[in-house]
C-alpha cells in the first residue's frame, strides 16, 4: 500500500536529484508546495504531485450534478 507522501525514492525520480538540498531547490524553483522535516526532508503528498502532472484517476466529476429540488417550501403568503 503506497503512503500519502512520496518516498524517497520516488522523490528522487522525480527532481532527479538525491540530495535533499537540490530536491528542495527543484521543488522551490518550479512553485511546487512541500514540508520540510526537521532533518531537511521535503516531504511532497502523493496528491498534490498527480495534480501538478495533471494525472486525473476519474476523482473528481466532470461535470456538476443537477442542484436539488427542494422537498418543502414554507408558506409564508399569510405572514404579516
Sequence with gaps: METE????EELAEL????????????????G?????TRSGR???GRHYVRMKLGVS???MPTALPPPAVPTWTPDISKVR
Design 5 to 8: 507522501i512520496l518516498s524517497d
Design 15 to 30: 527532481t532527479g536529484y538525491k540530495a535533499r538540498g537540490y530536491q528542495r531547490r527543484w521543488l522551490e524553483a518550479r
Design 32 to 36: 511546487w508546495v512541500f514540508i520540510e
Design 42 to 44: 521535503p516531504l511532497v
Design 57 to 59: 484517476h476519474g476523482v
